[in-house]
Protein backbone atom coordinates (compact mmCIF):
# COMPACT_ATOMS: atom_id res chain seq x y z
CA UNK A 1 0.00 0.00 0.00
CA UNK A 2 1.67 3.25 -1.01
CA UNK A 3 2.30 5.71 1.78
CA UNK A 4 -0.05 8.45 -0.05
CA UNK A 5 -3.65 6.70 -0.15
CA UNK A 6 -6.44 8.72 0.11
CA UNK A 7 -9.11 6.50 -1.47
CA UNK A 8 -8.49 4.31 1.29
CA UNK A 9 -11.96 3.64 3.23
CA UNK A 10 -13.64 1.32 6.65
CA UNK A 11 -14.24 -0.97 3.78
CA UNK A 12 -10.68 -1.16 2.67
CA UNK A 13 -9.13 -4.42 2.59
CA UNK A 14 -5.79 -6.22 2.12
CA UNK A 15 -5.45 -9.35 0.21
CA UNK A 16 -3.77 -12.24 2.39
CA UNK A 17 -1.97 -14.89 1.08
CA UNK A 18 -4.40 -17.26 1.69
CA UNK A 19 -6.73 -15.29 -0.47
CA UNK A 20 -8.90 -13.75 2.06
CA UNK A 21 -9.72 -10.53 2.35
CA UNK A 22 -8.34 -8.65 5.51
CA UNK A 23 -10.17 -5.55 6.68
CA UNK A 24 -7.51 -2.91 7.37
CA UNK A 25 -8.99 -1.60 10.63
CA UNK A 26 -9.79 -3.99 13.53
CA UNK A 27 -11.24 -3.56 16.91
CA UNK A 28 -8.75 -4.57 19.93
CA UNK A 29 -10.91 -6.14 22.62
CA UNK A 30 -8.04 -6.71 25.28
CA UNK A 31 -8.37 -6.34 28.46
CA UNK A 32 -12.03 -5.90 27.75
CA UNK A 33 -14.27 -8.06 30.39
CA UNK A 34 -17.80 -6.76 28.63
CA UNK A 35 -17.00 -6.32 25.13
CA UNK A 36 -20.01 -6.61 23.62
CA UNK A 37 -20.38 -2.80 23.87
CA UNK A 38 -17.76 -2.05 21.88
CA UNK A 39 -18.30 -4.90 19.40
CA UNK A 40 -21.64 -3.60 18.69
CA UNK A 41 -20.72 -0.38 18.46
CA UNK A 42 -17.78 -0.94 15.76
CA UNK A 43 -19.82 -3.47 13.72
CA UNK A 44 -22.67 -0.90 13.60
CA UNK A 45 -19.59 2.11 12.52
CA UNK A 46 -18.54 0.15 9.49
CA UNK A 47 -15.81 -2.08 11.56
CA UNK A 48 -15.46 -5.97 9.81
CA UNK A 49 -12.68 -6.73 11.78
CA UNK A 50 -12.85 -7.90 15.74
CA UNK A 51 -9.17 -9.30 17.07
CA UNK A 52 -9.60 -11.05 20.12
CA UNK A 53 -7.46 -13.83 21.86
CA UNK A 54 -7.49 -16.78 23.97
CA UNK A 55 -6.06 -15.06 26.51
CA UNK A 56 -8.56 -12.10 26.55
CA UNK A 57 -11.75 -14.24 27.84
CA UNK A 58 -13.98 -12.71 25.88
CA UNK A 59 -14.54 -15.37 22.55
CA UNK A 60 -17.96 -15.90 23.54
CA UNK A 61 -18.83 -12.49 24.22
CA UNK A 62 -17.31 -11.37 20.49
CA UNK A 63 -18.95 -14.18 18.98
CA UNK A 64 -22.80 -13.19 20.34
CA UNK A 65 -21.98 -9.75 19.75
CA UNK A 66 -21.65 -10.94 15.56
CA UNK A 67 -24.97 -12.82 16.04
CA UNK A 68 -26.78 -10.06 17.41
CA UNK A 69 -25.52 -7.11 14.90
CA UNK A 70 -27.08 -8.53 11.92
CA UNK A 71 -24.45 -8.67 9.75
CA UNK A 72 -23.51 -12.25 8.04
CA UNK A 73 -20.83 -13.90 9.93
CA UNK A 74 -19.29 -14.38 6.52
CA UNK A 75 -18.74 -10.69 6.56
CA UNK A 76 -16.89 -10.34 10.00
CA UNK A 77 -13.48 -10.81 10.09
CA UNK A 78 -12.95 -12.40 13.59
CA UNK A 79 -9.27 -13.34 14.62
CA UNK A 80 -8.24 -15.31 17.87
CA UNK A 81 -4.99 -16.43 19.33
CA UNK A 82 -3.62 -19.85 20.74
CA UNK A 83 -2.35 -19.11 24.24
CA UNK A 84 1.63 -19.30 25.29
CA UNK A 85 0.97 -22.77 27.42
CA UNK A 86 -1.03 -23.89 25.10
CA UNK A 87 1.77 -24.47 22.17
CA UNK A 88 2.55 -28.41 21.26
CA UNK A 89 0.30 -30.28 18.44
CA UNK A 90 -2.04 -31.70 20.60
CA UNK A 91 -2.75 -28.81 22.96
CA UNK A 92 -3.05 -26.44 20.36
CA UNK A 93 -5.49 -28.89 18.55
CA UNK A 94 -7.74 -28.30 21.25
CA UNK A 95 -7.22 -24.70 21.91
CA UNK A 96 -8.23 -24.39 18.00
CA UNK A 97 -11.56 -26.29 18.88
CA UNK A 98 -12.19 -24.73 21.99
CA UNK A 99 -12.05 -21.34 20.69
CA UNK A 100 -15.03 -22.79 18.14
CA UNK A 101 -17.38 -23.35 20.83
CA UNK A 102 -16.43 -20.41 22.83
CA UNK A 103 -17.30 -18.20 19.66
CA UNK A 104 -19.54 -20.35 18.32
CA UNK A 105 -18.61 -20.31 15.09
CA UNK A 106 -18.34 -23.23 12.10
CA UNK A 107 -14.71 -21.36 11.25
CA UNK A 108 -12.19 -18.86 12.76
CA UNK A 109 -11.01 -16.24 10.35
CA UNK A 110 -7.48 -16.06 11.45
CA UNK A 111 -6.01 -18.01 14.24
CA UNK A 112 -2.08 -16.67 15.10
CA UNK A 113 0.14 -18.29 17.71
CA UNK A 114 0.01 -15.59 20.39
CA UNK A 115 4.07 -15.47 21.14
CA UNK A 116 7.14 -17.35 20.45
CA UNK A 117 7.56 -17.74 24.45
CA UNK A 118 8.18 -21.53 24.59
CA UNK A 119 10.96 -23.11 22.76
CA UNK A 120 11.47 -23.78 18.69
CA UNK A 121 10.14 -27.22 18.97
CA UNK A 122 7.02 -26.41 20.60
CA UNK A 123 6.95 -23.40 18.57
CA UNK A 124 7.10 -25.26 15.05
CA UNK A 125 4.39 -27.99 16.69
CA UNK A 126 2.11 -25.59 17.44
CA UNK A 127 2.14 -24.03 14.02
CA UNK A 128 1.58 -27.53 12.05
CA UNK A 129 -1.49 -27.89 14.70
CA UNK A 130 -2.53 -24.27 12.79
CA UNK A 131 -1.94 -25.70 9.08
CA UNK A 132 -3.86 -28.98 10.10
CA UNK A 133 -6.78 -26.77 11.00
CA UNK A 134 -6.82 -24.83 8.17
CA UNK A 135 -6.73 -27.86 6.20
CA UNK A 136 -9.72 -29.41 8.30
CA UNK A 137 -11.70 -25.66 7.49
CA UNK A 138 -11.29 -25.04 11.07
CA UNK A 139 -9.44 -21.45 10.74
CA UNK A 140 -9.21 -20.14 7.05
CA UNK A 141 -5.76 -18.20 7.53
CA UNK A 142 -2.82 -18.34 9.96
CA UNK A 143 -0.34 -16.66 11.48
CA UNK A 144 1.92 -15.41 14.55
CA UNK A 145 1.69 -12.71 16.69
CA UNK A 146 5.35 -10.97 18.65
CA UNK A 147 7.23 -12.98 16.15
CA UNK A 148 11.28 -11.83 15.13
CA UNK A 149 12.74 -12.50 12.25
CA UNK A 150 14.51 -15.43 13.87
CA UNK A 151 11.28 -17.16 14.80
CA UNK A 152 10.00 -16.47 11.28
CA UNK A 153 13.01 -18.30 9.97
CA UNK A 154 12.73 -21.33 11.93
CA UNK A 155 8.92 -22.45 9.85
CA UNK A 156 10.82 -21.25 6.42
CA UNK A 157 14.05 -23.44 7.41
CA UNK A 158 11.42 -26.12 8.83
CA UNK A 159 9.74 -25.95 4.87
CA UNK A 160 6.56 -25.22 6.17
CA UNK A 161 4.13 -22.52 4.74
CA UNK A 162 4.89 -18.91 5.31
CA UNK A 163 2.00 -17.03 8.12
CA UNK A 164 0.14 -15.31 6.78
CA UNK A 165 -0.03 -12.32 8.91
CA UNK A 166 2.52 -11.18 12.16
CA UNK A 167 1.04 -9.12 14.90
CA UNK A 168 3.27 -7.51 16.77
CA UNK A 169 3.80 -3.96 18.87
CA UNK A 170 3.97 -1.32 16.51
CA UNK A 171 3.61 2.38 16.83
CA UNK A 172 6.04 5.48 15.93
CA UNK A 173 7.93 5.34 18.83
CA UNK A 174 8.25 1.00 18.09
CA UNK A 175 8.20 1.21 14.66
CA UNK A 176 9.73 -2.89 14.69
CA UNK A 177 12.29 -1.79 11.45
CA UNK A 178 13.79 -5.71 11.09
CA UNK A 179 10.81 -7.21 11.24
CA UNK A 180 8.98 -4.87 9.30
CA UNK A 181 11.27 -5.52 6.72
CA UNK A 182 11.60 -9.03 6.86
CA UNK A 183 7.73 -9.46 6.67
CA UNK A 184 7.74 -7.26 3.49
CA UNK A 185 10.14 -9.17 1.68
CA UNK A 186 7.93 -12.56 2.73
CA UNK A 187 5.02 -10.79 2.18
CA UNK A 188 3.84 -11.32 4.92
CA UNK A 189 1.22 -8.66 6.85
CA UNK A 190 1.53 -6.93 9.79
CA UNK A 191 -1.20 -5.87 11.88
CA UNK A 192 -0.32 -2.98 14.90
CA UNK A 193 -1.34 -3.97 18.13
CA UNK A 194 -0.96 -0.71 20.96
CA UNK A 195 -1.18 1.46 17.75
CA UNK A 196 -2.56 4.57 20.24
CA UNK A 197 0.66 4.28 22.25
CA UNK A 198 -1.85 3.93 25.57
CA UNK A 199 -2.05 7.51 25.45
CA UNK A 200 1.75 8.00 26.00
CA UNK A 201 1.85 10.88 23.36
CA UNK A 202 4.22 13.55 22.78
CA UNK A 203 3.81 17.13 21.89
CA UNK A 204 4.38 16.26 18.02
CA UNK A 205 2.36 14.07 18.03
CA UNK A 206 -0.43 16.31 19.21
CA UNK A 207 0.38 19.01 17.12
CA UNK A 208 0.64 17.24 14.20
CA UNK A 209 -2.94 16.21 15.30
CA UNK A 210 -4.45 19.84 15.47
CA UNK A 211 -3.13 20.84 12.27
CA UNK A 212 -5.53 18.28 10.21
CA UNK A 213 -7.92 18.84 13.15
CA UNK A 214 -7.92 15.37 14.59
CA UNK A 215 -6.87 14.03 17.97
CA UNK A 216 -3.79 11.83 18.71
CA UNK A 217 -5.24 8.57 18.12
CA UNK A 218 -6.60 9.38 14.77
CA UNK A 219 -3.64 10.68 13.85
CA UNK A 220 -1.51 7.76 15.28
CA UNK A 221 -4.22 4.92 13.41
CA UNK A 222 -4.30 7.32 9.82
CA UNK A 223 -0.44 6.74 10.14
CA UNK A 224 -0.65 3.11 10.79
CA UNK A 225 -2.62 2.51 7.55
CA UNK A 226 -0.43 4.98 5.35
CA UNK A 227 2.50 2.57 6.24
CA UNK A 228 0.67 0.08 5.17
CA UNK A 229 -0.34 -2.13 8.45
CA UNK A 230 -3.43 -2.89 10.11
CA UNK A 231 -4.23 -1.09 13.22
CA UNK A 232 -6.08 -2.84 15.97
CA UNK A 233 -7.14 0.28 18.30
CA UNK A 234 -8.78 -1.09 21.08
CA UNK A 235 -11.58 0.93 23.73
CA UNK A 236 -14.32 -0.10 25.28
CA UNK A 237 -15.83 3.69 25.14
CA UNK A 238 -18.58 3.22 21.97
CA UNK A 239 -17.87 6.65 21.65
CA UNK A 240 -13.98 6.58 21.42
CA UNK A 241 -14.87 3.04 19.16
CA UNK A 242 -16.62 5.27 16.40
CA UNK A 243 -14.13 8.22 16.71
CA UNK A 244 -10.80 5.69 16.17
CA UNK A 245 -12.82 4.99 12.80
CA UNK A 246 -13.21 8.65 11.93
CA UNK A 247 -9.62 8.49 9.82
CA UNK A 248 -10.62 8.26 5.96
CA UNK A 249 -11.29 11.89 5.38
CA UNK A 250 -7.47 13.58 6.12
CA UNK A 251 -4.21 12.34 4.38
CA UNK A 252 -1.22 12.94 6.43
CA UNK A 253 1.39 14.53 3.88
CA UNK A 254 4.99 13.78 3.29
CA UNK A 255 6.37 15.98 5.48
CA UNK A 256 4.13 15.30 8.90
CA UNK A 257 5.05 11.57 8.15
CA UNK A 258 8.55 12.02 7.79
CA UNK A 259 9.08 13.48 11.17
CA UNK A 260 6.04 10.89 12.75
CA UNK A 261 8.68 8.16 11.21
CA UNK A 262 11.74 9.73 13.17
CA UNK A 263 10.26 9.36 16.44
CA UNK A 264 11.58 5.44 16.55
CA UNK A 265 13.17 4.66 19.29
CA UNK A 266 13.22 0.98 18.61
CA UNK A 267 12.87 -1.49 21.37
CA UNK A 268 13.25 1.67 23.87
CA UNK A 269 9.60 2.42 22.36
CA UNK A 270 7.82 -0.04 23.51
CA UNK A 271 4.72 0.00 25.68
CA UNK A 272 3.95 -3.20 25.89
CA UNK A 273 5.72 -7.00 26.60
CA UNK A 274 6.79 -6.96 23.25
CA UNK A 275 8.83 -10.49 23.39
CA UNK A 276 9.68 -10.36 19.55
CA UNK A 277 13.33 -11.49 21.18
CA UNK A 278 12.57 -14.28 22.88
CA UNK A 279 14.97 -17.16 22.75
Known sequence: MPESELTLTINSTLKLSSGYDLPILGLGVYQ???????????????????????????????????????IP???????????????????????????????GFDYIDLMLIHSPLSDKERRLQTWKALIEAKKQGKVRTIGVSNYGPRHLEEIREAGLQTPSVNQVELHPFCQQKEIVEYCNKHKIIIEAYT?????????????????????????????????????????????????????????????????????????????????????
Open 32 to 70: NNDCSPACLAALEHGYRHIDSARMYRNEAQVGKSVRECG
Open 73 to 103: RGDVFITSKVNNPEHGFEKATAAIDDSLRKF
Open 195 to 279: PLIRGQWNDKIVSIGQKYNKDPAQLLIRWSLQRGFVPLPKSSQPTRVRSNANVFDFEIDAEDMAVINALDRGKDGAVTWNPVDAP
